[in-house]
């Protein structure tokens, strides 16, 4: 099924302001739309009140209209444009929401009017209203938390008698959970209640079986037209739920599921998309699993491209968004490149031989009276993202990349703050979600506190403790150094294998960043730069292409991210050979190149 | 078939406990490539030496059920995921009776695993069954290589002894001109399943129990070893014939394909997956080749030409049927839309049909089960007891030696 | 591209030729050159850091000089290092407000000794800035010292030092704010890409206020005179690039507040308000193009502002955080902004309070609680909003005020703290107000307003917090009425 001829003119609804729950993910999102609409032909109208974008740049779009996102606005770009269709899903909560009123007043989406392509109102209000969404899953047959709606406090207070407290209460129509609670006891039903009922622009809330410390999970998953899904990406939440997925720190992919779990999440999450009723795109499908007794819930999808979208596509090398809009103009996904690879078809799931860690980053410090605990409202202001090898690496790279005055996990001069505290005072703090919460585990499990007892403190899963207390270790190993020209080249590797920066070397020794970095140095120990292939270097690569020919196809020149990973250059052969690697600067790979040609 | 018995599996640390503590320092390990390449690491697993084909895997999950596939054997293993072990081990997701590969190279096995399913951690598994592995290895740097050479013989063994292991890999034969089939089929017939009407005959190439559980939802399984001749296999009354995955190449095994020819004539549907799906090309007069380094994965793309759908495969294999070989005999039916290498292939005048890759999925995406339902009906068209529905549950006597999945059968 | 945030376009696969997701910390950035080096064969790459903010340029310093593309390191430090900074000013004879810097409190009183309160109080070498205070009598003055030695990295780090002190500058109350982005290239000459007036005065963080541009109260010869500033501040520093600076406006004294070389958070609405693109001409510009070369091959175009106004207004988070005190301040908040752009300044005023999501109302009600020194103003807000049709409620301070000029008030509601009779969050919470005007009350404590603010935010109703937001909310209001939005695209504003 190619390209749709019956469509010339495209209406892309950005996602205007950056607010919390929803950054400049969605300025890539739409900028990828608007190129790719483009490149295919179509005379792309763009509207976003946001000047501060990259879509916003006149030379994304045929005609760039920054005005107020409201729907009488758009009324009158729909008016003087007369686009055949609009593409609502790739401009967050706020471009499906618009979209929707847009559709209510019948301006869209309705006979004679622009059609609504990636998802149709419909789809859009079963994803979006919960105990429509909840029902349409429960009558596929998947389990989801007990749960009950109410327009009105009394009725709050009823059914979280029925499903039992704790429970969570989320107002309906909202951006990233905004409103939303945990209550304990009736009296906090009561006030949540009231707050979510004013949060939901209709006025409704649900009142749901609170599944708190379950471990998350997120599937990213596409759909094309020939009905034909994939899963780009799994991620998994270190924070339990209880914590909004936007300010827990997550992990992609998933790193403790067994496939037989894994599996099943993949299905219901096709299951889902196919009721749901998006038609092509992508969606984002939120799963929590009780650790305990395996139940598996789906908790909501977002039936559009969403934060965790642009994560999944940087951390994969899949363009989620640049592929949804394709997808929305009739292409099916073996029709569609993949961009990396560059022979392979985008109709594949991206395999990858690293971890990517996000996490998130607060601004409490500017929001005085604010309590700084993380809650199902997401509070975050943005995120950062990290690439390594194993999981400690790529941690420890993203905790220093919030440039909020840390090196690592722990092991800097901030770390002072914690040794100021009691252990049994840290035990506690542990329970309670805070942005301080790894350094707080990291701390305690340097003082000795077990594994075990800081996942019955604070729920996350025994395997990332674990991970964290490697670190905490290694640092342990190190401390017997006095200082950088002790170690030897394999205790340098080991100590950059599990993420730990100069900075952090040179507190643990007192002595300057340069003194470590030399003495690294000389034992040849410099970073390599592996490539975010897709394909977890499963096929040979393909000769680098660095002929541009013209402007627009400019963009096959290939295009590559890295993340470094600590390997020593001399003196073994397995080092040498690694940092030829490096020298290499290798692009790209592809999947697959024809296997038969070679036989 | 037997199953490993409960106590040896559930190994000294029991669920979820700590298994090496850093302060516990592994032996320095190597890997060396037959051609002489080295790579630093820590052993792990059982403490022997061991040599093997060096094959990588890319699946992000279902280590185990890889380990446990005989197509594995006489291999070594590399997982391109790095953190490997880090939901421990059970019983439930065995796919044979014991291990079959040689060995297995890894990034980062898990120090402690965690999981409710788990009863005991990998690292005691691989000591279980004597296969010794390496950790800390840039697996990337590996798969990189294996990528531009192919799969290549190599060894793995204390670093300390690096002229030994250098031997060893240089002496490793690889899996060329290897039969590799008697080595991993069962010695005896056997029956799984029972309640369902059919009655399927399943040569044991290296046969996955995942397999077996798709095909005991249709009825009775006998499972046979690949010597088994057609007659006795005709005597045994089947209202189908299935051919199992296994190791090795196929153009290896005369017997197979001489059975499965006389069998084509009996108008028996043959349903083939992987090795079986080769064979069954060979038996129709097909070719098949080598590829460079193999389909080792779960992402697979690809596309039944019959109804046009894209599945998301999982794979293992070296060899393919090429695809100009059966032309004018067998239709080709699913193709790899990633390198065009055929994936199944439906015979025009014999009732059978096979695919390359694994629509049984342990592990890998469930895209690809409705094959096991063409097969039933294959079956009931050809004059088959009587229809059934399938997707029932396999309520009734456990087969032996089969654990019972936890959910996400059928 | 360096960089680690993965909702950027910057970290999109598409954007550069190669990507490095890593720390932007001196480690990384020295072995991503030193690969990028190997891999051109033994040349380094030129390292652009003033595109990214103030993370980068603290960057800057960290690498070798002579790789730095653009202003050299040298530059940046001698617009952030205050004394090298008032020497500059000094002798280009540029006003400065009067001020020092302190790292304890004997200084600090010693420098408002010589200056007087209120003082502006802040931590140099932060971001938005944070942690900086408005600061009227001595004992606010020791507290903001106490807070800033234990404040965030401060803290941290060991509290404040020579390296790390508080400037102190005397805080110019009812000054009108100005930006000015500009880019000069290495011949000298100096492009001002856009002229900004702030709408709140100066003590609102100027990421926190709306602006617009053209400005629209400032003389013509006020404009020039910032002009002609920049170009000597650019020139002085030897900018290759962008620059920012940021000035307030006094009667007729224009004083200069910080230089930033660097492209600054304004830098989009003017490119998207003039038409001219700043960031790509800049770019060229630091690795060594001229603007007179880039005007011939087309890329740098004429501005197009000839017949609109943008108006950039901040969006903000209070609501999320409805235990927070929504008044603004000099401490940035603001996650993020929208531009109105239309024939008018208050037509472009009132689509970019649509667009924030604080609608100006039609009709209604609309309550109005002025502190004193906003009272003038406000008599204008009201006879304004009687003019437009709409009701006015307030406290009886300001209602008092109004009566005073002749403005009767709807109603008088009582006091928040005195709880007798309906207030301001009674009406507000009852939805009996379209919009509200409160404007702070001093400082500190948990007063009327502060409740009256955080209701309005918690119930969605739209609202301004300072007085001339509130001029300008009636000015669009007035020039809006009676007619519908209209809208046109950027290429039509652009066209030449």
């Given at each position: 099924m190619?390209?749709?001829?019956?469509?010339?003119?495209?209406?892309?609804?950005?996602s205007?302001?950056?607010?919390?729950?929803?950054?400049?993910?969605?300025d890539?999102?739409?900028?990828?739309?608007?190129?790719?609409l483009?490149?295919?032909?179509y005379r792309?109208?763009?509207?976003?009140?946001?000047?501060?974008?990259?879509?916003?740049?006149?030379?994304?779009?045929d005609?760039?209209y920054?005005?107020?996102?409201?729907?009488?606005?758009?009324?009158?770009?729909?008016e003087?444009?007369?686009?055949?269709?609009?593409?609502?899903?790739?401009?967050g909560?706020?471009?499906?929401?618009?979209?929707?009123?847009?559709y209510?007043q019948?301006?869209?989406?309705?006979?004679?009017t622009?059609?609504?392509?990636?998802?149709?109102?419909?789809?859009?209000?079963?994803a979006?209203?919960?105990?429509?969404?909840?029902?349409?899953?429960?009558?596929?047959?998947?389990?989801?938390?007990?749960?009950?709606?109410?327009?009105?406090?009394a009725?709050?207070?009823?059914?979280?008698?029925?499903?039992?407290?704790?429970?969570?209460?989320?107002?309906?129509?909202?951006?990233?959970?905004?409103g939303?609670?945990i209550?304990?006891?009736?009296d906090e039903?009561?006030?949540?209640a009231?707050?979510g009922?004013?949060?939901?622009?209709?006025?409704?809330i649900?009142?749901?079986?609170?599944?708190?410390?379950?471990?998350?999970?997120?599937?990213?998953?596409?759909?094309?037209?020939?009905?034909n899904?994939?899963?780009?990406?799994?991620?998994?939440?270190v924070?339990?739920m209880?914590v909004?997925?936007?300010?827990?720190?997550?992990?992609?992919p998933?790193?403790?599921?067994?496939?037989?779990?894994?599996?099943?999440?993949?299905?219901?999450?096709?299951?889902?998309?196919?009721?749901?009723?998006?038609?092509?795109?992508?969606?984002?499908?939120?799963?929590a699993?009780?650790?305990?007794?395996?139940?598996?819930?789906?908790?909501?999808?977002?039936?559009?491209?969403?934060?965790?979208?642009?994560?999944?596509?940087?951390?994969?090398?899949?363009?989620?968004?640049?592929?949804?809009?394709?997808?929305?103009?009739g292409?099916?996904?073996?029709e569609?490149q993949?961009?990396?690879?560059?022979?392979t078809p985008?109709?594949?799931?991206p395999?990858?031989?690293?971890?990517?860690t996000?996490?998130?980053?607060?601004a409490?410090?500017?929001?005085?009276?604010?309590?700084?605990?993380?809650?199902?409202?997401?509070?975050?202001?943005?995120?950062?993202?990290?690439?390594?090898?194993?999981?400690?690496?790529s941690?420890?790279?993203?905790?220093?990349?919030?440039e909020?005055?840390?090196?690592?996990?722990?092991?800097?001069?901030?770390?002072?703050?914690?040794?100021?505290?009691?252990t049994?005072?840290?035990?506690?703090?542990?329970?309670t979600p805070?942005?301080?919460?790894?350094?707080?585990l990291?701390?305690?499990?340097?003082?000795?506190?077990?594994?075990?007892?800081?996942?019955?403190?604070?729920?996350?899963?025994?395997?990332?403790?674990?991970?964290?207390?490697?670190?905490?270790?290694e640092?342990g190993a190190l401390?017997?150094?006095?200082g950088?020209?002790?170690?030897?080249?394999?205790?340098w590797?080991?100590?950059?294998?599990?993420g730990?920066?100069d900075?952090?070397?040179?507190?643990?020794?007192?002595?300057?960043e340069?003194?470590?970095?030399?003495a690294?140095?000389?034992?040849?120990?410099?970073p390599?730069?592996?490539?975010?292939?897709?394909?977890?270097?499963?096929?040979?690569?393909?000769?680098?292409?660095?002929?541009?020919?013209?402007?627009?196809r400019?963009?096959?020149?290939?295009?590559?991210?890295?993340?470094?990973?600590?390997?020593?250059?001399?003196?073994?052969?397995?080092a040498?050979?690694?940092?030829?690697?490096?020298?290499?600067s290798?692009p790209?790979?592809?999947c697959?190149?024809?296997?038969?040609?070679?036989? | 078939?037997?199953?490993?018995?409960?106590?040896e599996?559930?190994?000294?640390?029991g669920?979820?406990?700590?298994?090496?503590?850093?302060?516990?320092?592994r032996?320095?390990?190597?890997?060396?490539?037959?051609?002489?390449?080295?790579?630093?690491?820590?052993l792990?697993?059982?403490?022997?030496a061991?040599?093997?084909?060096?094959?990588?895997?890319?699946?992000?999950?279902g280590?185990?059920?890889?380990?446990?596939?005989?197509?594995?054997?006489?291999?070594i293993?590399?997982?391109?995921?790095?953190?490997?072990?880090?939901?421990?081990v059970?019983?439930?997701?065995?796919?044979?009776?014991?291990?079959?590969?040689?060995?297995?190279?890894?990034?980062?096995l898990a120090?402690r695993?965690?999981?409710?399913?788990?009863t005991?951690?990998?690292d005691?598994?691989?000591?279980?069954?004597?296969?010794?592995?390496?950790t800390?290895?840039?697996?990337?740097?590996?798969?990189?290589l294996?990528?531009?050479?192919?799969?290549?013989?190599?060894?793995?063994?204390?670093?300390?002894?690096?002229?030994?292991?250098?031997?060893?890999?240089?002496?490793e034969?690889?899996?060329?001109?290897i039969?590799?089939?008697?080595?991993?089929?069962?010695?005896e017939?056997?029956t799984?399943g029972?309640?369902?009407p059919?009655?399927?005959?399943?040569?044991?190439?290296?046969?996955?129990?995942?397999?077996?559980?798709?095909?005991?939802?249709?009825?009775?399984?006998?499972?046979?070893?690949?010597?088994?001749?057609a007659?006795d296999?005709?005597a045994?009354?089947?209202?189908g014939?299935?051919?199992?995955?296994?190791?090795?190449?196929p153009?290896?095994?005369?017997?197979?394909v001489?059975?499965i020819?006389?069998?084509?004539?009996?108008?028996?549907?043959?349903?083939?997956?992987?090795?079986?799906?080769?064979?069954?090309?060979?038996?129709?007069?097909?070719?098949?080749?080598?590829?460079?380094?193999?389909?080792?994965?779960a992402?697979?793309?690809?596309?039944?030409?019959?109804t046009?759908?894209?599945?998301?495969?999982?794979?293992?294999?070296?060899f393919?049927?090429a695809?100009?070989?059966?032309a004018?005999?067998a239709?080709?039916?699913?193709?790899?839309l990633?390198?065009?290498?055929?994936?199944?292939?439906a015979?025009?005048?014999?009732?059978?049909?096979?695919?390359?890759?694994?629509?049984?999925?342990?592990?890998?995406?469930?895209?690809?089960?409705y094959?096991?339902h063409?097969?039933?009906?294959?079956m009931?068209?050809?004059?088959?007891?009587?229809?059934?529905?399938?997707?029932?549950?396999?309520?009734?006597?456990?087969?032996?030696?089969?654990?019972?999945?936890?959910?996400?059968?059928? | 591209?360096?960089?680690?945030n993965?909702?950027?376009?910057?970290?999109d696969?598409?954007?550069?030729?190669?990507?490095?997701?890593?720390?932007?910390?001196?480690?990384?950035?020295?072995?991503v050159?030193?690969?990028?080096?190997?891999a051109?064969?033994?040349?380094?790459?030129?390292?652009i850091?003033a595109?990214?903010g103030?993370?980068?340029?603290?960057?800057?310093?960290?690498i070798?000089?002579?790789?730095?593309?653009?202003?050299?390191?040298?530059?940046?430090?001698?617009?952030?290092?205050?004394?090298?900074?008032?020497?500059?000013?000094?002798?280009?004879?540029?006003?400065?407000?009067?001020?020092g810097?302190?790292?304890?409190?004997?200084?600090?009183l010693?420098?408002?000794?010589?200056?007087?309160?209120?003082v502006l109080?802040?931590?140099?070498?932060?971001?938005?800035?944070r942690?900086?205070?408005?600061v009227?009598?001595?004992?606010?003055?020791?507290?903001?010292?106490?807070?800033l030695?234990?404040?965030?990295?401060?803290?941290?780090?060991?509290?404040?030092?020579?390296?790390?002190p508080?400037?102190?500058?005397r805080f110019?109350?009812?000054?009108?704010?100005?930006?000015?982005?500009?880019?000069?290239?290495?011949t000298?000459?100096?492009?001002?890409?856009g002229?900004?007036?702030?709408?709140?005065?100066?003590?609102?963080?100027?990421?926190?206020?709306?602006?617009?541009?053209?400005?629209?109260?400032?003389?013509?010869?006020?404009?020039?005179?910032?002009?002609?500033?920049?170009?000597?501040?650019?020139e002085?520093?030897d900018?290759?690039?962008?620059?920012?600076?940021?000035?307030?406006?006094?009667?007729?004294?224009?004083?200069?507040?910080?230089?930033?070389?660097?492209?600054?958070?304004?830098?989009?609405?003017?490119?998207?308000?003039?038409?001219?693109?700043l960031?790509?001409?800049?770019?060229?510009?630091m690795?060594?193009?001229?603007?007179?070369?880039?005007?011939?091959?087309?890329?740098?175009?004429e501005?197009?502002?000839?017949?609109?106004?943008?108006?950039?207004?901040a969006?903000?988070p209070?609501s999320?955080?409805?235990?927070?005190?929504?008044?603004?301040?000099?401490?940035?908040?603001?996650?993020?902004?929208?531009?109105?752009?239309?024939?008018?300044?208050?037509?472009?005023?009132?689509k970019?309070?649509?667009?924030?999501?604080n609608?100006?109302?039609?009709d209604?009600?609309?309550f109005?609680?002025?502190?004193?020194p906003?009272?003038?103003?406000?008599?204008?807000?009201?006879?304004?909003?009687?003019?437009?049709?709409?009701?006015?409620?307030?406290?009886?301070?300001?209602?008092?005020?109004?009566?005073?000029?002749?403005?009767g008030?709807?109603?008088?509601?009582?006091?928040v703290?005195?709880?007798?009779?309906?207030?301001?969050?009674?009406?507000?919470a009852?939805?009996?107000?379209t919009?509200?005007?409160?404007?702070?009350?001093?400082?500190?404590?948990?007063?009327d307003?502060?409740?009256?603010?955080?209701?309005?935010?918690?119930?969605?109703?739209?609202?301004?917090?300072?007085?001339d937001?509130?001029?300008?909310?009636?000015?669009?209001?007035?020039?809006?009425?009676?007619?519908?939005?209209?809208?046109?695209?950027?290429?039509?504003?652009?066209?030449?």
């Amino acid at each position: 099924m190619p390209r749709r001829d019956d469509l010339t003119t495209i209406l892309v609804i950005g996602s205007g302001p950056i607010v919390i729950g929803q950054a400049c993910e969605f300025d890539y999102s739409g900028t990828q739309a608007c190129r790719v609409l483009r490149d295919d032909g179509y005379r792309v109208v763009l509207v976003n009140s946001n000047p501060a974008t990259i879509m916003t740049d006149p030379d994304f779009a045929d005609r760039t209209y920054i005005e107020p996102l409201t729907p009488e606005v758009l009324a009158r770009i729909i008016e003087r444009e007369r686009p055949d269709a609009v593409l609502p899903t790739l401009g967050g909560q706020t471009g499906l929401n618009l979209a929707m009123a847009l559709y209510e007043q019948g301006l869209i989406g309705r006979p004679g009017t622009p059609e609504m392509i990636g998802a149709d109102a419909e789809a859009i209000a079963t994803a979006e209203d919960r105990e429509r969404f909840k029902e349409a899953m429960v009558e596929i047959g998947l389990d989801v938390p007990r749960s009950g709606i109410a327009h009105d406090v009394a009725t709050a207070v009823a059914v979280a008698d029925d499903v039992g407290l704790p429970v969570i209460i989320r107002p309906a129509y909202i951006l990233g959970g905004r409103g939303t609670g945990i209550a304990v006891t009736t009296d906090e039903v009561v006030r949540l209640a009231a707050i979510g009922l004013a949060a939901s622009p209709i006025g409704e809330i649900l009142v749901e079986e609170s599944i708190a410390g379950w471990k998350e999970f997120e599937l990213e998953v596409m759909r094309d037209r020939a009905d034909n899904c994939v899963v780009v990406c799994s991620i998994e939440n270190v924070d339990p739920m209880g914590v909004h997925t936007g300010d827990s720190i997550t992990v992609a992919p998933a790193q403790t599921l067994t496939d037989v779990e894994y599996q099943q999440m993949r299905d219901d999450a096709f299951a889902c998309i196919r009721r749901v009723g998006v038609e092509t795109g992508g969606s984002n499908v939120q799963f929590a699993l009780d650790p305990v007794t395996g139940r598996q819930v789906i908790i909501e999808m977002n039936p559009r491209v969403s934060r965790s979208s642009a994560l999944a596509s940087k951390a994969t090398g899949f363009p989620i968004a640049k592929i949804a809009a394709r997808l929305a103009v009739g292409y099916t996904l073996d029709e569609i490149q993949n961009d990396v690879t560059g022979v392979t078809p985008a109709c594949f799931e991206p395999t990858i031989d690293y971890v990517v860690t996000k996490v998130p980053r607060w601004a409490f410090e500017k929001l005085p009276g604010t309590s700084g605990v993380l809650g199902t409202q997401m509070q975050s202001v943005g995120e950062v993202m990290a690439i390594g090898r194993t999981f400690p690496e790529s941690l420890q790279k993203a905790l220093r990349s919030l440039e909020q005055g840390r090196a690592g996990l722990n092991c800097d001069a901030a770390e002072r703050q914690l040794a100021a505290r009691v252990t049994d005072e840290l035990l506690v703090a542990v329970a309670t979600p805070t942005p301080d919460r790894i350094f707080q585990l990291g701390e305690l499990l340097r003082r000795g506190v077990t594994v075990d007892d800081l996942n019955a403190a604070c729920r996350i899963d025994a395997w990332f403790l674990d991970q964290l207390l490697a670190i905490v270790e290694e640092r342990g190993a190190l401390e017997e150094h006095s200082g950088p020209d002790e170690l030897a080249t394999r205790e340098w590797r080991r100590a950059k294998r599990l993420g730990f920066s100069d900075v952090q070397l040179a507190h643990l020794w007192s002595v300057s960043e340069v003194a470590v970095r030399t003495a690294r140095q000389a034992c040849g120990v410099e970073p390599t730069y592996k490539t975010v292939d897709t394909c977890a270097p499963s096929s040979p690569p393909r000769r680098r292409t660095t002929t541009r020919r013209g402007r627009t196809r400019a963009r096959s020149v290939r295009r590559t991210a890295r993340a470094s990973s600590f390997s020593a250059r001399a003196p073994t052969a397995s080092a040498r050979a690694s940092s030829s690697t490096t020298a290499a600067s290798t692009p790209a790979s592809p999947c697959a190149r024809p296997a038969s040609r070679r036989s | 078939m037997s199953d490993p018995k409960r106590s040896e599996l559930l190994v000294a640390t029991g669920p979820n406990q700590p298994v090496a503590t850093s302060r516990m320092r592994r032996a320095d390990g190597i890997l060396v490539l037959a051609d002489g390449t080295l790579f630093e690491g820590e052993l792990i697993g059982a403490s022997t030496a061991a040599a093997g084909e060096v094959v990588f895997n890319t699946a992000m999950t279902g280590y185990q059920e890889i380990l446990s596939d005989p197509s594995y054997a006489g291999q070594i293993i590399t997982f391109t995921t790095p953190h490997i072990g880090n939901y421990g081990v059970n019983l439930a997701d065995f796919e044979a009776r014991r291990l079959f590969c040689r060995g297995v190279v890894v990034r980062e096995l898990a120090r402690r695993p965690s999981s409710r399913r788990s009863t005991g951690d990998l690292d005691s598994l691989l000591r279980r069954y004597d296969v010794p592995g390496i950790t800390g290895v840039d697996t990337r740097r590996l798969t990189r290589l294996i990528r531009e050479t192919g799969a290549i013989p190599g060894a793995i063994g204390p670093a300390d002894d690096v002229a030994r292991i250098t031997a060893a890999a240089a002496d490793e034969p690889g899996t060329d001109g290897i039969d590799l089939v008697s080595t991993v089929t069962t010695a005896e017939p056997y029956t799984v399943g029972g309640d369902g009407p059919f009655r399927v005959v399943a040569y044991d190439f290296g046969i996955k129990r995942t397999i077996l559980r798709h095909l005991a939802e249709l009825g009775v399984v006998e499972v046979v070893p690949a010597s088994t001749p057609a007659a006795d296999v005709v005597a045994r009354r089947p209202d189908g014939v299935f051919l199992s995955n296994g190791p090795g190449d196929p153009a290896l095994l005369p017997g197979p394909v001489a059975a499965i020819q006389e069998l084509l004539g009996t108008g028996i549907p043959v349903f083939g997956i992987c090795l079986g799906h080769q064979l069954l090309g060979r038996a129709l007069g097909g070719d098949t080749v080598k590829l460079a380094f193999g389909h080792h994965g779960a992402n697979h793309p690809v596309k039944d030409l019959t109804t046009g759908a894209i599945e998301i495969t999982s794979q293992n294999h070296n060899f393919a049927v090429a695809v100009g070989s059966i032309a004018g005999v067998a239709d080709l039916t699913h193709v790899n839309l990633n390198d065009g290498v055929c994936e199944g292939l439906a015979a025009r005048d014999a009732n059978a049909f096979g695919v390359q890759h694994h629509p049984e999925a342990g592990p890998g995406p469930h895209d690809s089960r409705y094959l096991f339902h063409r097969f039933l009906a294959r079956m009931t068209s050809a004059g088959g007891r009587s229809a059934v529905t399938v997707g029932g549950s396999m309520s009734g006597d456990e087969p032996v030696g089969l654990p019972v999945p936890e959910r996400g059968v059928g | 591209m360096i960089n680690c945030n993965p909702e950027t376009v910057s970290t999109d696969y598409d954007t550069s030729d190669r990507l490095y997701f890593e720390p932007l910390t001196q480690e990384d950035v020295l072995h991503v050159i030193a690969a990028e080096t190997a891999a051109a064969g033994g040349v380094p790459p030129k390292v652009i850091v003033a595109l990214g903010g103030q993370t980068p340029l603290k960057l800057a310093s960290l690498i070798p000089p002579q790789l730095v593309a653009g202003t050299a390191a040298a530059s940046i430090d001698l617009a952030e290092d205050r004394e090298k900074w008032n020497a500059l000013c000094h002798e280009l004879q540029i006003p400065q407000p009067p001020g020092g810097t302190a790292t304890d409190l004997e200084d600090a009183l010693d420098i408002v000794s010589g200056i007087g309160f209120p003082v502006l109080v802040r931590p140099s070498y932060v971001l938005g800035g944070r942690a900086m205070q408005i600061v009227h009598d001595v004992n606010q003055l020791a507290t903001a010292m106490a807070e800033l030695a234990g404040f965030g990295s401060l803290g941290r780090e060991g509290g404040l030092s020579a390296e790390r002190p508080v400037l102190i500058d005397r805080f110019l109350a009812s000054a009108v704010e100005v930006d000015v982005d500009a880019v000069r290239d290495h011949t000298g000459e100096v492009l001002i890409g856009g002229v900004m007036e702030h709408v709140e005065e100066a003590g609102v963080h100027s990421g926190d206020s709306a602006c617009a541009i053209p400005p629209p109260t400032l003389a013509p010869w006020v404009v020039e005179v910032i002009a002609a500033y920049t170009a000597a501040i650019a020139e002085r520093l030897d900018v290759r690039g962008l620059i920012n600076v940021q000035y307030a406006v006094v009667g007729t004294t224009v004083y200069v507040i910080e230089a930033n070389p660097r492209a600054s958070r304004t830098v989009p609405f003017v490119a998207k308000a003039t038409g001219v693109p700043l960031a790509k001409v800049a770019t060229r510009v630091m690795l060594g193009a001229t603007l007179a070369e880039l005007r011939a091959e087309g890329l740098l175009v004429e501005s197009a502002l000839r017949d609109h106004v943008a108006v950039k207004e901040a969006v903000l988070p209070f609501s999320r955080f409805p235990e927070v005190d929504p008044a603004l301040g000099p401490e940035m908040r603001s996650t993020g902004e929208v531009m109105g752009i239309d024939a008018t300044f208050g037509r472009a005023f009132y689509k970019a309070e649509l667009a924030a999501g604080n609608p100006l109302p039609a009709d209604g009600t609309v309550f109005l609680s002025l502190a004193d020194p906003d009272k003038p103003a406000g008599l204008v807000v009201a006879k304004r909003l009687r003019q437009l049709g709409l009701g006015v409620v307030a406290t009886q301070g300001t209602a008092d005020y109004l009566a005073r000029f002749g403005q009767g008030v709807d109603e008088v509601v009582a006091k928040v703290s005195e709880g007798a009779g309906k207030t301001a969050v009674d009406l507000i919470a009852a939805g009996e107000v379209t919009f509200v005007v409160n404007t702070p009350q001093g400082r500190g404590g948990r007063t009327d307003g502060e409740q009256i603010r955080k209701a309005a935010t918690l119930h969605r109703i739209a609202n301004v917090t300072t007085v001339d937001a509130a001029l300008a909310a009636v000015q669009g209001l007035l020039e809006q009425r009676g007619h519908p939005i209209a809208v046109r695209s950027l290429q039509e504003h652009h066209a030449p």
